[in-house]
């Protein structure tokens, strides 16, 4: 079964950091660009990070950049999102999301059921 | 960074009507990098249209996707009850940052 499995949310104080992780299985995990999103209570979706099949290309949404790094080990299949400065602001569920490997294919297609993330002195 | 609106902001519906759903992007998006999503609540995302127009596996007949260039619409022929949901689009173009719609929530009456 194809599937994404986030782990590393918690609660942590202004100024934080929290380290997500993505654990993949089912598929070749080095053949697809991999994505972070998130989504804050109640609001609507927002692509934060994404990485190439290799890692050798990374991408970042405006609001985060500067503060978090995305990373994988493709011989662990896991995806990685360091999140650094964190604020209220960031409280949110965050996602891990495949997209799909076709050339004229850019959906994402398999999602992770998501890792909270509270941000609160 | 190209912004997508979608409108309403609530489409209120009995079983059996059509839905439309639009999504204006900012600037133009090709087709292929134009996406739409469906999230139930308490659920994760799930791709329904690919490529503008294209059914993600699984994805009944009855939701088809069109459009081109700033303006996209997700139909829905014959709204059933299970199709209770938010509806996302999705920019994944060429360069980032790429871009989520505010989203669009499908309700019955």
């Known amino acids: 079964e194809v599937q994404l499995v986030e782990s590393g949310g918690g609660l942590v104080k202004p100024g934080g950091s929290l380290r997500l992780s993505c654990t993949a299985s089912?598929?070749?995990?080095?053949?697809?660009?991999m994505n972070w999103a998130r989504q804050a209570p109640g609001k609507g979706l927002e692509w934060l990070a994404a990485?190439?099949?290799?890692?050798?290309?990374?991408y970042y949404g405006k609001s985060v950049k500067g503060r978090v790094t995305i990373s994988r080990d493709n011989a662990a299949n896991s995806l990685y999102l360091q999140m650094n400065s964190l604020t209220v602001e960031d409280t949110a569920l965050y996602y891990c999301?495949?997209?799909?490997?076709?050339?004229?294919?850019?959906?994402?297609?398999?999602w992770g059921q998501g890792t909270p993330v509270t941000v609160s002195s | 960074e190209i912004v997508l609106t979608q409108s309403p902001g609530t489409l209120s519906l009995s079983p059996g009507e059509r839905a439309t759903l639009s999504c204006r992007a900012s600037q133009r998006v090709g087709s292929i990098f134009l996406s739409w999503y469906q999230q139930k609540p308490g659920q994760a995302p799930r791709l329904l249209i690919y490529g503008a127009s294209n059914r993600a596996t699984g994805v009944p007949d009855r939701f088809s996707g069109s459009g081109f260039g700033t303006d996209f619409t997700l139909t829905i022929t014959r709204v059933e009850p299970e199709d209770s949901a938010v509806y996302y689009c999705l920019q994944y173009g060429s360069s980032a940052p790429w871009t989520f719609g505010q989203g669009t929530k499908v309700e019955m009456k």
């Open positions: 089912g598929f070749t995990f080095s053949n697809y660009r």
């Open positions: 990485i190439s099949g290799s890692g050798s290309s990374v």
């Open positions: 999301a495949r997209l799909q490997s076709g050339q004229d294919e850019n959906g994402m297609d398999v």
